[in-house]
């Protein structure tokens, strides 16, 4: 619940945390438990939470599925999922854009902005979060013009921020490693760096513009700790959550197990 991962966060030295808002790869869900909210609420900053929490959108949502079945399932669950986090105002609903599947970039793009013209609140309180994408088969996301696309088509826009993964765009083709503030300035063009609400702090397995999307952990992939740290602390983006999505260690004590890397790489991040 969500008052479990809030003291799970000050465990780990981490002042916000992303979670699932049902089964990531499938889509049930929990009933909404009233009173652990509000446990949450009320304990937010002894645990340390000072901004905004992420939710993140199960997998399985493809909003620009070819199957018109598979597309409503997507509205119900983002329009769904968007009522719940109502009760924890403010806060953050990241989503893959989706996958063409075939269709075309075009008519991706015209379905996710269909599906987020149709669920979107002038009144409501939570920002839904665009994730830059690696590109994978026939991912929607990949170029910053693409993100700027779905902008252009959606009604109240204002709703909509950016989540920039490390990971996915390295594997994309934009060279972080060598030329961030040059990434940065492409995308201020297209979509003004304002719109960066938050960051995948990820490492990469695979070369610049892979187009694979394969997580590493901090310091042991193709993009390296001094880039990540750099991005970590730079000065235009203050306050703004950082979620590690890296990959679970082998457990030394225990060969069938994984732990965490999280409060390692949270506390080595953090060194200025």
Do not use: W
Not at 41 to 65: R, S
Not at 221 to 240: A, E, K, N, S
Request: hydrophobic share 35%.
């Amino acid at each position: 619940g969500y008052a479990a991962m809030g003291r799970q966060a000050r465990k780990l030295g981490a002042n916000t945390f992303a979670f699932f808002t049902r089964n990531p790869r499938g889509g049930s869900v929990k009933a909404l438990d009233e009173a652990d909210v509000a446990e949450f609420l009320d304990k937010a900053a002894e645990n340390g939470v000072e901004g905004p929490i992420v939710a993140h959108a199960p997998y399985t949502m493809n909003a620009c599925a070819a199957d018109p079945g598979l597309r409503e399932f997507a509205q119900n669950m983002m329009r769904d999922d968007l009522a719940r986090l109502e009760h924890t105002p403010g806060n953050y609903y990241n989503f893959h854009p989706g996958s063409h599947v075939q269709q075309g970039v075009q008519t991706g793009v015209a379905l996710i902005t269909a599906q987020l013209n149709s669920v979107l609140l002038p009144g409501q309180r939570t920002m839904v979060l665009l994730e830059t994408m690696a590109g994978k088969g026939s991912e929607i996301g990949r170029s910053f013009e693409e993100l700027a696309a779905i902008y252009d088509g959606v009604k109240y826009n204002d709703k909509l921020r950016i989540c920039f993964d490390t990971c996915h765009v390295n594997d994309a083709g934009y060279d972080i490693v060598n030329d961030f503030e040059g990434v940065m300035e492409q995308f201020d063009k297209r979509l003004g760096k304002d719109q960066i609400a938050v960051f995948h702090i990820n490492d990469s397995k695979n070369s610049m513009g892979a187009g694979k999307d394969r997580h590493a952990n901090i310091g042991e992939g193709t993009i390296g700790f001094d880039t990540l740290r750099h991005i970590v602390h730079h000065p235009d983006f203050p306050g703004i959550p950082r979620i590690l999505e890296t990959p679970y260690r082998p457990d030394p004590e225990n060969p069938d197990k994984t732990l965490p890397p999280y409060k390692e790489e949270i506390s080595l991040l953090l060194q200025k």
